[in-house]
């Protein structure tokens, strides 16, 4: 690398000489010679004279050595910007999440990572699963948190770890006439009046798929895009809601909703942790994948 033939270049005009040279760049003394014949071969002329004991440059000497004494600072420059650029990305993770776990889990379990990890630094993307997948197998995140309905839909470019099955329940609000009991059966639910996010949600479909399955009349009194909207209606007497636990935890806590199990409805969320295979993974993000495995106990797949 030229930079090579610079250094030892500017050493020795310097130094005024070779041997002190060699000794501070810890080079041979040849290998220097030969670095500084290398670039007087490349410019055409000479840069060197002696003068009594020492190596005085010549005029084109003189001419060149702020030039590489500009060239070596910017080098140098270069890689302290590189070396924090790495040192920053080793301690970045990149995480993915979609709706469902990208609100309600991920932010507390970036919380509790960083508790233990002050140094690493989490950058989180929340878009719709099939985002998440294309963005983790361009490199744009390191790790997904996604949420699905039903069955585990494995894919073979992705390593996957299910982390919690969060079940399905309905949602009414304090005052209710449901309000009162532990749990629901499916007939309970009948020409219920009910407020569902759209039918393009994975939650809507499996749940309208449940219902044609049991034979109840599916009676749709409002369809809402937003979670937060359809616990505020439910919050405030217009329906019954059928949605994950882990949604509604908060309000619950709070005594604004009474969520109960229905009976033998079997609709469930499954959230997995993903990433592809066959990547090199940095420390930082083995280390978020092993927190968020023993987090839920899960062994890493």
Same mark, same amino acid.
């Given at each position: 690398?030229?930079?090579?033939?610079?250094?030892?270049?500017?050493?020795?005009?310097?130094?005024?000489?070779?041997?002190? /040279?060699?000794?501070?760049?810890?080079?041979?003394?040849?290998?220097?010679?030969?670095?500084?014949? &290398?670039? &007087?071969?490349?410019?055409?002329?000479?840069?060197?004279?002696?003068? %009594?004991?020492?190596?005085?440059?010549?005029?084109?000497?003189?001419?060149?050595?702020?030039?590489? &004494?500009?060239?070596?600072?910017?080098?140098?420059?270069?890689?302290?910007?590189?070396?924090?650029?790495?040192?920053?990305?080793?301690?970045?993770?990149?995480?993915?999440?979609?709706?469902?776990?990208?609100?309600?889990?991920?932010?507390?379990?970036?919380?509790?990572?960083?508790?233990?990890?002050?140094?690493?630094?989490?950058?989180?993307?929340?878009?719709?699963?099939?985002?998440?997948?294309?963005?983790?197998?361009?490199?744009?995140?390191?790790?997904?948190?996604?949420?699905? /309905?039903?069955?585990?839909?494995?894919?073979?470019?992705?390593?996957?770890?299910?982390?919690?099955?969060?079940?399905?329940?309905?949602?009414?609000?304090?005052?209710?006439?449901?309000?009162?009991?532990?749990?629901?059966?499916? &007939?309970?639910?009948?020409?219920?009046?009910?407020?569902?996010?759209?039918?393009?949600?994975?939650?809507?479909?499996?749940?309208?798929?449940?219902?044609?399955?049991?034979?109840?009349?599916?009676?749709? /009194?409002?369809?809402?895009?937003?979670?937060?909207?359809?616990?505020?209606?439910?919050?405030? %007497?217009? %329906?019954?809601?059928?949605?994950?636990?882990?949604?509604?935890?908060?309000?619950?806590?709070?005594?604004?909703?009474?969520?109960?199990?229905?009976?033998?409805?079997?609709?469930?969320?499954?959230?997995?942790?993903?990433?592809?295979?066959?990547?090199?993974?940095?420390?930082?993000?083995? /280390?978020?994948?092993?927190?968020?495995?023993?987090?839920?106990?899960?062994?890493?797949?």
């Amino acid at each position: 690398m030229d930079i090579v033939k610079f250094k030892a270049f500017h050493t020795v005009a310097k130094l005024k000489n070779i041997s002190k /040279a060699a000794e501070q760049l810890h080079y041979t003394q040849p290998a220097v010679s030969a670095q500084i014949r &290398e670039l &007087e071969n490349s410019y055409g002329v000479r840069l060197f004279q002696r003068v %009594g004991q020492n190596l005085e440059l010549t005029e084109a000497g003189i001419q060149l050595y702020p030039y590489a &004494e500009q060239l070596l600072e910017l080098f140098e420059h270069s890689r302290k910007t590189v070396a924090e650029a790495a040192d920053l990305e080793s301690h970045c993770v990149r995480v993915g999440a979609s709706s469902l776990p990208g609100i309600h889990l991920v932010p507390g379990l970036i919380g509790e990572f960083q508790r233990h990890n002050a140094e690493m630094n989490i950058v989180l993307t929340v878009d719709d699963a099939y985002q998440i997948e294309r963005m983790l197998l361009a490199g744009e995140v390191d790790v997904g948190i996604l949420g699905r /309905a039903g069955g585990s839909h494995k894919k073979t470019r992705f390593v996957e770890t299910l982390l919690l099955e969060d079940p399905v329940v309905a949602v009414v609000s304090t005052d209710h006439p449901y309000a009162e009991r532990e749990s629901l059966l499916p &007939e309970d639910l009948d020409n219920q009046p009910l407020i569902l996010p759209p039918e393009d949600r994975l939650t809507r479909r499996a749940v309208e798929k449940r219902f044609r399955s049991l034979g109840l009349e599916f009676r749709l /009194a409002y369809e809402i895009s937003y979670t937060e909207s359809i616990k505020r209606l439910v919050i405030n %007497g217009l %329906g019954i809601s059928l949605l994950s636990r882990v949604v509604t935890s908060w309000e619950v806590e709070c005594g604004w909703l009474q969520v109960l199990p229905v009976e033998g409805f079997e609709v469930n969320r499954e959230i997995f942790m993903v990433y592809p295979k066959g990547r090199v993974i940095i420390p930082a993000v083995q /280390a978020f994948i092993e927190f968020v495995s023993e987090r839920y106990d899960r062994p890493i797949t």
